[in-house]
């Protein structure tokens, strides 16, 4: 079983939709990150949790909302999806001494 | 701040050859640095980090990446490339403030020709 589960694995939806993106662990760790990935942009930090109390912008924020449920578990909405939120996002955990280990993925298309 | 450029969107190599995955870095400080691969449909693994430990870095599959900081770079390397080696790459550089916001560099996606 994957350590970091990312669900649903692909996702189209239509403008103006709510979306939910749900992410969870198995490694124990207290700290959990979103990031989308964009072609030529590489990886971009939109919202990161260091325990279930800390929510933390990152540099992409706006048009996003994140839910710490539990110590493994990390959501990102979209409250009204828009067509230039369609990219791959990505889930990943550390637990402050590791690099990050990341999820398989959500690909998202907002049409 | 702190940023990433990677050099090259694309490399193409011939099977055996050498690959170089060129990555330069903007910090005010030395940073931690990384290089992850993506190989298609999957995340983000990791290759090899640079916490300022030894400045040649040995990572999976043979990779291996030297911290320069007079030419604030961290090349990656392999002597000789294999079919299984295509995939994307990303280099990435974060603070020491072990919050590990890794800051991406938008990648460079590596073709293996037989």
């Known amino acids: 079983d994957a350590d970091v589960t990312q669900t649903p694995r692909n996702r189209i939806t239509k403008t103006g939709k709510r979306i939910m993106l749900e992410c969870s662990q198995t490694k124990g760790h207290d700290r959990m990150y979103w990031y989308r990935q964009d072609p030529g942009l590489g990886l971009r930090l939109i919202y990161y949790s260091f325990d279930v109390k800390d929510i933390n912008k990152g540099e992409i924020s706006d048009g996003y909302s994140v839910s710490r449920q539990a110590q493994a578990k990390f959501s990102l909405s979209l409250e009204s999806a828009i067509p230039n939120q369609t990219a791959l996002y990505f889930c990943?955990?550390?637990?402050?001494?590791?690099?990050?280990?990341f999820g398989n993925g959500t690909r998202l298309t907002v049409t | 701040a702190q940023s990433v450029t990677q050099l090259g969107s694309h490399v193409s190599v011939s099977e055996g050859a050498l690959v170089l995955l060129r990555c330069n870095y903007s910090s005010s400080v030395p940073p931690y640095l990384f290089w992850y691969v993506q190989y298609p449909n999957q995340g983000l693994q990791l290759l090899l980090k640079?916490?300022?430990?030894?400045?040649l870095v040995k990572g999976i599959n043979g990779f291996e990446a030297e911290f320069k900081k007079s030419e604030t770079s961290f090349h990656l390397t392999k002597p000789s490339a294999h079919m299984s080696d295509a995939a994307e790459y990303f280099c990435a550089v974060s603070g020491k403030d072990s919050s590990y916001k890794l800051i991406f560099g938008s990648g460079t996606r590596l073709l293996v020709r037989p």
């Open positions: 990943a955990t550390s637990d402050g001494g590791s690099p990050l280990h």
């Open positions: 640079y916490t300022s430990a030894a400045t």
